[in-house]
């Protein structure tokens, strides 16, 4: 986002020039939103806590500037010491939700074995890579898994979502389109479906598939079941 509307197709490490007064960060909040143009938000300016840098998140993304926001900075701060990366530590943080908060109701639920381990995931009828975690997540045992249809990539998705959603059972009209290609029947009902929409961009999901876990955190894009097999368990959900 930040690149698209400030760089307008620069290289993601460069410098502009901006006015603010000395690390005042609601002047700060001004300048960028000045510079980015109508309709932008920030949603937070803070000391960086290295080299000087105030942190301004707008979107999920963060960029740097100095205490008098003479230049913007994009890119990823590297510890030398560490070698962590302290911008995508950040943005990993900025990104963690409250996992109980989530509306289970308008997701498909399906529990395996005792159910103990929990995750969640926003996927697209039409999306390739989740049709590749469903497969994935056959092998899974003791888990439930709230699948929230998130119908964004083209309008049969919706009509999709819809169907699966209206079937009398969910899960298994999911699993029979996701894994066999079969097309849910026609149905109409009372679909969560825009809902569903409306709360993927509350959160700032991207993309299909996006993998939710217990402790907030987030993994963008297809990963293996080895993977979250072990994510669930750092989440203190593994077992």
Same mark, same amino acid.
């Given at each position: 986002?930040?690149?698209?509307?400030?760089?307008?197709?620069?290289?993601?490490?460069?410098?502009?020039?901006?006015?603010?007064?000395?690390? !005042?960060?609601?002047?700060?909040?001004?300048?960028?939103?000045?510079?980015?143009?109508?309709?932008?938000?920030?949603?937070?300016?803070?000391?960086?806590?290295?080299?000087?840098?105030?942190?301004?998140?707008?979107?999920?993304?963060?960029?740097?500037? !100095?205490?008098?926001?003479?230049?913007?900075?994009?890119? !990823?701060?590297?510890?030398?010491?560490?070698?962590?990366?302290?911008?995508?530590?950040?943005?990993?943080?900025?990104?963690?939700?409250?996992?109980?908060?989530?509306?289970?109701?308008?997701?498909?639920?399906?529990?395996?074995?005792?159910?103990?381990?929990? *995750?969640?995931? *926003?996927?697209?009828?039409?999306?390739?890579?989740?049709?590749?975690?469903?497969?994935?997540?056959?092998?899974?045992?003791?888990?439930?898994?709230?699948?929230?249809?998130?119908?964004?990539?083209?309008?049969?998705?919706? $009509?999709?979502?819809?169907?699966?959603?209206?079937?009398?059972?969910?899960?298994?009209?999911?699993? !029979?389109?996701?894994?066999?290609?079969?097309?849910?029947?026609?149905?109409?009902?009372?679909?969560?479906?825009?809902?569903?929409?409306?709360?993927?961009?509350?959160?700032?999901?991207?993309?299909?598939?996006?993998?939710?876990?217990?402790?907030?955190?987030?993994?963008?894009?297809?990963?293996?079941?080895?993977?979250? $097999?072990?994510?669930?368990?750092?989440?203190?959900?593994?077992?």
């Amino acid at each position: 986002m930040i690149k698209r509307a400030l760089l307008g197709g620069l290289a993601a490490l460069c410098f502009f020039a901006a006015h603010a007064e000395n690390g !005042d960060t609601a002047e700060i909040k001004k300048v960028v939103e000045a510079s980015f143009g109508k309709g932008t938000k920030v949603d937070s300016v803070r000391d960086a806590g290295f080299l000087g840098l105030y942190e301004v998140v707008v979107g999920g993304d963060v960029l740097y500037t !100095d205490k008098k926001a003479n230049y913007f900075l994009l890119g !990823d701060v590297i510890d030398a010491k560490s070698r962590k990366n302290l911008t995508e530590e950040r943005k990993n943080k900025l990104a963690q939700i409250k996992f109980s908060d989530l509306p289970f109701d308008m997701a498909v639920k399906q529990v395996r074995g005792n159910g103990k381990r929990i *995750f969640a995931t *926003f996927e697209d009828p039409h999306c390739g890579y989740c049709k590749k975690l469903a497969h994935e997540l056959q092998g899974m045992t003791d888990v439930t898994i709230y699948t929230f249809l998130f119908p964004i990539l083209s309008p049969d998705s919706s $009509e999709k979502a819809r169907n699966i959603w209206c079937a009398h059972d969910k899960a298994k009209a999911w699993n !029979d389109w996701m894994l066999n290609g079969v097309e849910p029947a026609a149905a109409k009902c009372d679909a969560p479906t825009d809902k569903v929409v409306a709360l993927g961009r509350r959160l700032n999901v991207r993309g299909t598939p996006t993998i939710f876990f217990t402790d907030g955190s987030r993994v963008p894009g297809f990963i293996p079941a080895a993977q979250i $097999e072990q994510t669930m368990a750092k989440a203190g959900n593994g077992g």
